[in-house]
């Protein structure tokens, strides 16, 4: 296989690396159960994070649109590129999903919808896009360790430690 060496840009990796920071972040302080709501202070604290969560990832996915050029290599199969990008596409869309479903949540709370078949939906598909989001950082993660192995720089393309060393 020809080794092309695309690096993504600084900002680009900056993107990348912070938005997992965040996201350690955000699952870090996680909401227990929704009776912690009650406490007005956390509800708003949480709907400030999820907002910027939103913005975040919308201006992420429009620099990435514009700017983004996949590093894997030019005679990688056609099956495995759509693979890709069905996977970066998804991360996207679920880690939204997470971020409106969690303003959706909020703002029941704050009408004072606190129980009832409505918000416990929301909550159910607010925790199955939370399982799928593992589901696909997971293979995420597997495909980038599969790519090191294989010596094609994609993994250095984007992670700054393991490097692949450039003969
Ligand atoms: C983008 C930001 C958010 C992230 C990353 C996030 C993350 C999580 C995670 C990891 C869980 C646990 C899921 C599980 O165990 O399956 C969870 C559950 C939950 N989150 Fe969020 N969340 C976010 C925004 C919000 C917001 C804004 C609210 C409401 C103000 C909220 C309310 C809840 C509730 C009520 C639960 C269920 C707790 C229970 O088990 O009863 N989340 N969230
Ligand atoms: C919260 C966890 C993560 C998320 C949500 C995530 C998401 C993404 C997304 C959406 C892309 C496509 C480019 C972009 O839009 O920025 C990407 C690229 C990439 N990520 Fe991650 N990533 C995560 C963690 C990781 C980790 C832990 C590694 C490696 C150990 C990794 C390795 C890579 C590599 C090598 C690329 C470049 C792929 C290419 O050039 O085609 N990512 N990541």
Redesign the pocket.
């Known amino acids: 296989m020809r080794q092309e060496r695309v690096q993504h840009s600084l900002l680009g990796k900056s993107l990348h690396w912070f938005f997992v920071l965040l996201?350690g972040y955000?699952?870090f302080k996680?909401?227990?159960?929704?009776e912690q709501?009650d406490d007005f202070g956390l509800?708003i604290s949480?709907?400030f994070?999820?907002v910027a969560?939103l913005l975040f990832i919308m201006f992420r996915f429009i620099y990435m649109k514009r700017r983004y050029k996949t590093a894997l290599p030019s005679e990688t199969l056609k099956i495995q590129l759509i693979a890709a990008k069905f996977v970066h596409s998804s991360m996207y869309f679920v880690l939204t999903g997470?971020?409106i479903s969690?303003?959706g949540?909020?703002t029941l709370?704050w009408l004072d919808y606190t129980d009832g078949l409505l918000i416990e939906t929301i909550?159910w598909v607010?925790?199955l896009l939370?399982?799928t989001i593992l589901w696909l950082i997971s293979i995420h993660i597997l495909a980038a360790i599969y790519h090191r192995t294989q010596h094609d720089f994609v993994w250095s393309s984007m992670v700054p430690f393991f490097k692949e060393k450039v003969k």
Do not use: D, T
């Open positions: 996201f955000g699952v996680q909401i227990e159960n929704k709501l509800l949480e709907m994070f999820a969560f997470i971020a969690g303003l949540i909020g709370y909550i607010h925790e939370f399982s």
